[in-house]
C-alpha cells in the first residue's frame, strides 16, 4: 500500500484515538501504575487507548506488526509496523496540560530506528485540535496546511527545546549538558512531550529539539515529520536517532547544536 494511503489509516485512528483520550480527560484522570520509577506514571487511558488502537489497526491492516509504549507488540507478516504511543505526555495529561498527543508511525520493518525505513506518521493533539502528519516523499503538514522548518542558521538565536528523564542520576547529567547549552543559544523550552517538540520544529515553532533517553513510540512519527518539513534528524556522530540521542533542527544548525551537547 502507497504510503498516503497508510497515513490516512494512521489519520483516521489517530483522530478516533484523540476523542478517546479527551473524553477521558474529561471524565477524570486515575494514575494506573509507574513504570520506571515512581513518578514516571501510566494511566488507565494509556492502556485503553493502546488497546483502542491495536484493535483499530488488526481491524484494518491484520497483516501488519504492532508496537506500542504500554507493551503491545505483534510481529509483522506484511512487513509493515505500527509504532504506537498512545498518550505522549502522560503527566501534561494527568495535569490537564494542554500539550499531549497521540503519536502513530507507520515504518516498513521493525521497530529499530536503526533498520526501519519510516513510511507515514501522524501526531494528534485532540486538546487543541492540531493534527501534524506526513507520508514519506509528499511533505509535512498541520490541519492539512504545509510545514517547514526555520531557517535560522545562528545557534545563538536558536529557540531549543528539550527534555528530562524520570531518573534523577540522568537528570543531573541532563543538567550538566543544558549547562553548556543554555548559554550559547537564545532560550530553552521543556514542554513535555517528545512528539509535540519533534512537531514543533517542524513548524518553525522551535528552531532546535534534542533529548536523550527517547524510545521509537516518542520519536518514530515526528522524525518523520520533520524531514518531509525539510529539516535534519540524527544522532551522535553521524548515527541515526535513538535512545542515545534525539536532535531535530535544520542543516545549519544542525553541527553546531550537536557540538554542544556533545561537549
Known amino acids: 500500500m502507497p504510503a498516503n494511503q497508510l497515513l490516512e489509516i494512521a489519520r483516521t485512528v489517530a483522530l478516533e484515538a484523540g476523542e478517546?483520550?479527551?473524553?477521558?480527560?474529561?471524565?477524570?484522570?486515575?494514575?494506573?501504575?509507574?513504570?520506571?520509577?515512581?513518578?514516571?506514571?501510566?494511566?488507565?487511558?494509556?492502556?485503553?487507548?493502546?488497546?483502542?488502537?491495536?484493535?483499530?489497526?488488526?481491524?484494518?491492516?491484520?497483516?501488519?506488526?504492532?508496537?506500542?509504549?504500554?507493551?503491545?507488540?505483534?510481529?509483522?507478516?506484511?512487513?509493515?509496523?505500527?509504532?504506537?504511543?498512545?498518550?505522549?505526555?502522560?503527566?501534561?495529561?494527568?495535569y490537564d496540560i494542554p500539550q499531549y498527543a497521540v503519536s502513530i508511525a507507520v515504518v516498513e520493518g521493525d521497530a529499530n530506528p536503526e533498520t526501519w525505513t519510516q513510511l507515514a506518521g501522524v501526531v494528534n493533539n485532540p486538546a487543541i485540535t492540531e493534527v501534524f502528519s506526513a507520508a514519506r516523499g509528499d511533505g509535512a503538514h498541520l490541519n492539512g496546511r504545509p510545514i517547514q522548518v526555520n531557517k535560522e542558521t545562528d545557534a545563538a538565536f536558536a529557540l531549543v527545546a528539550t527534555g528530562f528523564s524520570y531518573s534523577s542520576e540522568d537528570k543531573a547529567v541532563q543538567a550538566e549538558v543544558l549547562r553548556r547549552v543554555l548559554p550559547a543559544v537564545r532560550d530553552i523550552r521543556r514542554p513535555g512531550a517528545a512528539s509535540l517538540d519533534l512537531c514543533a520544529v517542524a513548524a518553525g515553532r522551535l528552531d532546535g529539539y534534542f533529548e536523550r533517553g527517547t524510545k521509537p513510540w516518542d520519536f518514530g512519527a515526528g522524525t518523520l515529520i520533520v524531514r518531509e518539513a525539510g529539516g535534519r534528524v540524527g544522532g551522535f556522530n553521524g548515527a541515526k536517532e535513538g535512545t542515545d540521542l534525539v536532535l531535530a533542527t535544520n542543516d545549519a544548525l544542525f553541527d553546531q547544536l550537536h557540538t554542544l551537547i556533545q561537549g
Open 20 to 94: 478517546l483520550i479527551l473524553r477521558r480527560r474529561r471524565e477524570g484522570v486515575e494514575v494506573a501504575d509507574r513504570k520506571s520509577s515512581a513518578i514516571d506514571i501510566v494511566t488507565h487511558a494509556d492502556r485503553e487507548c493502546e488497546q483502542f488502537v491495536q484493535a483499530r489497526i488488526a481491524e484494518l491492516r491484520p497483516q501488519d506488526g504492532f508496537f506500542g509504549e504500554e507493551g503491545a507488540d505483534s510481529s509483522s507478516q506484511s512487513g509493515i509496523t505500527w509504532i504506537v504511543d498512545p498518550i505522549d505526555g502522560t503527566v501534561n495529561y494527568l
